[in-house]
């Protein structure tokens, strides 16, 4: 049961962070580069539909994470558990304190309603996001360390 475990919280994570180097590195250079006020819009899409969804992925791959961790607790690996776990924590921190204020705007922003700074909203999310990447990144690798 450990094992299947293991294997569905490496395989969440993974996944999650595939979808958040995704939005970072492929979706948001394609909707800048789009023409006058799609690229925006598209912004508002995504924020609307990513922001449904990812709070639930952030807390149940950490809760997943957390369950890993007491239930291996004597198993091998365990403090990398305990650590991803801990990455996972101040990702949703960041998000919670940092992310979704600004997409919370943002997914309510048109060309009529946007306001004059919302390049430099995007921007600030972009890098805070970059840094969410990083971290997300780190929990996986440890989670997929702590198979071995």
């Known amino acids: 049961m450990l094992n299947a475990l293991e294997v569905v919280t490496t395989v969440i994570v993974g996944v999650m962070v595939g979808v958040e180097f995704s939005v970072a590195f492929i979706m948001n250079r394609i909707l800048d580069a789009l023409p006058e006020d799609s690229g925006q819009l598209g912004h508002a899409h995504g924020g609307r539909m990513l922001g449904a969804l990812m709070p639930f992925w952030y807390i149940g791959s950490l809760v997943l994470s957390a369950i890993w961790a007491v239930a291996g607790w004597h198993h091998g690996g365990a403090g990398l558990v305990v650590t ?9 921190v960041m998000s919670i304190l940092l992310l979704v204020p600004i997409n919370n705007r943002n997914r309510t922003w048109t060309p009529d309603n946007r306001p004059a700074d919302w390049k430099q909203q995007l921007h600030r999310w972009n890098r805070y996001h970059y840094v969410r990447v990083a971290v997300i990144i780190a929990a996986f690798t440890l989670l997929v360390a702590a198979l071995a």
Do not use: F, R, T
Request: overall charge neutral.
């Open 84 to 92: 991803a776990a801990g990455l996972l924590i101040v990702s949703v």
